[in-house]
């Protein structure tokens, strides 16, 4: 069956790196576009990245442009956002989702994906 497990999350001060992780399995992760959302406490789902099943195309949300950025090992089935330049704003449970097909000419749309992980937490705080 599908899995999506997400790691590398963790406390980060502002201005701080972090790069999660997605490893994925259960299915043909080469031919899937995956993208990342967020959900912070109190607030609802933000689509922040996605990037098409070859990574010749990725998509970001306003808030995180210039500060993040996504790619992919399709050899190792994971997907990896690097976030830079950390704000306390960019806490939140982070997700990973497998789209329904290679690419998302929408990113921002929930019903584009088929599967989700359990989420990696990200705190930014000094």
């Known amino acids: 069956q599908v899995q999506l497990v997400e790691s590398g999350g963790g406390l980060a001060q502002p201005g701080g790196s972090l790069r999660l992780s997605c490893a994925a399995s259960?299915?043909?992760?080469?031919?899937?576009?995956m993208g990342w959302a967020r959900q912070a406490p109190g607030k609802g789902l933000e689509w922040v990245s996605a990037?098409?099943?070859?990574?010749?195309?990725?998509y970001y949300a306003d808030s995180v442009k210039g500060r993040f950025a996504i790619s992919r090992d399709n050899a190792k089935n994971t997907v990896f956002p690097q976030m830079n330049s950390l704000k306390p704003e960019d806490t939140a449970l982070y997700y990973c989702?497998?789209?329904?097909?290679?690419?998302?000419?929408?990113?921002?749309?929930?019903?584009?994906?088929?599967?989700w992980g359990g989420g990696t937490q990200v705190t930014v705080s000094s």
């Open positions: 259960g299915f043909t992760f080469s031919t899937y576009a």
């Open positions: 990037i098409y099943d070859d990574g010749s195309e990725t």
């Open positions: 989702a497998e789209a329904k097909s290679s690419i998302v000419v929408v990113f921002d749309d929930a019903g584009r994906y088929d599967y």
